[in-house]
C-alpha cells in the first residue's frame, strides 16, 4: 500500500484529487512530520547511549512508524518542488525528476521504521540501537541524494 | 504512562535531564506534532465526507493515536512558555500555571485518539465519523481554554 500511494503521489498524482493540499501546506506538513520523527529519533539515540527507557523508546518508535506508514508522499503534489512565498522547501528538483528512486527511500525508511517498532517492543538495547542506525541509514540515504543543504 | 510524563513534563521536571530540549526547539517540535496531526485529521475528515478509502483512514488514525502517545508533554519545557527570538507560541500563560488542567486535556486527547485508531480498523464510516468528531472535541476544548488566536 506504502509502494502505491508512495509512487501515486510522487508523481503527482494526487493533485487535484480531493485529498490535495495547496502547496505551501504540503511543504509545511512534510517538514513536520520529518520534524517529529526526528526529535524521536534523537530520543531513542538518547535512550540507547544513556539511561534506557523502553517503554519511551516503544513510544518514539511508534511515532516513526506511523508516521512513516502515513502516506507522505501525498505532500509532494505538484507546486511544492520549488518554494511558496516564504516557504522554503529543501527538497533537490531530481526528487521529483526521480519519482522512482524517491520512493524507494520511502520504502526503505518505512521498513526499517516497522522494524524499528517492532524490535523496540521486544529487544534488547543493542538490537534496539542497530536497527536505530539501520532507520538513520535509510534517512541519511534519502538527504544525501535529494535534500540541499540548509 | 501518559498520565505520569504528561504530569511531570508540564511541572517543568524535565529541564535538565539528559532527554531536556532546548527550549526554541520544543515550540518548534511540538508545532510539528500538532500540525501533523491536524493534517491526518483533515484526511479523515475528507474521507467521511467524501469518498471512503478504509486504508487511508487507517494510517492517518494510527498516526495520530501514535503521536498522542509519544510523550508531547516533553515538549513543554521551562523557557517554552514564551516566545524565544522568532519562534513563537500560541500556548497560553495559563497552561503551564494549570498543569493539572493541561494533563486533563492531554489524556483526553489521547484517550479519544486511541478510540479512533482502534474503531478505524474494524468501525463503520459513521463511527468513524462519530468518533472523529469526539478527536476534533479534545482539540478544541484545549484550544479554547489554552490556544492564543494566531
Known amino acids: 500500500m506504502m ?14 484529487s480531493a485529498l490535495a493540499i495547496e502547496p505551501d501546506k504540503a511543504i509545511k ?7 517529529y520523527i526526528g526529535w524521536n529519533m534523537n530520543k531513542i539515540k538518547d535512550n540507547v547511549e544513556g539511561t534506557y527507557n523502553q517503554a519511551e523508546v516503544i513510544k ?4 516513526i512508524a506511523a508516521i512513516a506508514n502515513s502516506g507522505m508522499g501525498a505532500l509532494y503534489v505538484k507546486g511544492s518542488e520549488k518554494d511558496v512565498g516564504n516557504v522554503k522547501t529543501y527538497v533537490k528538483p531530481e526528487f521529483f525528476s526521480k519519482p522512482q528512486d524517491a520512493a524507494k527511500y520511502a520504502q526503505a525508511f518505512t521498513k526499517e521504521a516497522d522494524e524499528l ?34
Do not use: P, S
Open 29 to 35: 506538513t512534510r517538514q513536520a512530520g520529518y520534524a
Open 60 to 63: 518514539a518508535a511508534n511515532a
Open 117 to 150: 517498532a517492532r524490535i523496540a517492543a521486544v529487544g534488547t538495547v543493542a538490537e534496539v540501537k542497530a536497527q536505530h542506525g539501520k532507520v538513520g541509514g535509510t534517512c541519511k540515504a534519502c538527504h544525501d541524494d535529494f535534500k540541499m543543504k540548509n
Open 3 to 16: 509502494k502505491k500511494i508512495a509512487l501515486a503521489a510522487f508523481a503527482f498524482a494526487v493533485a487535484g
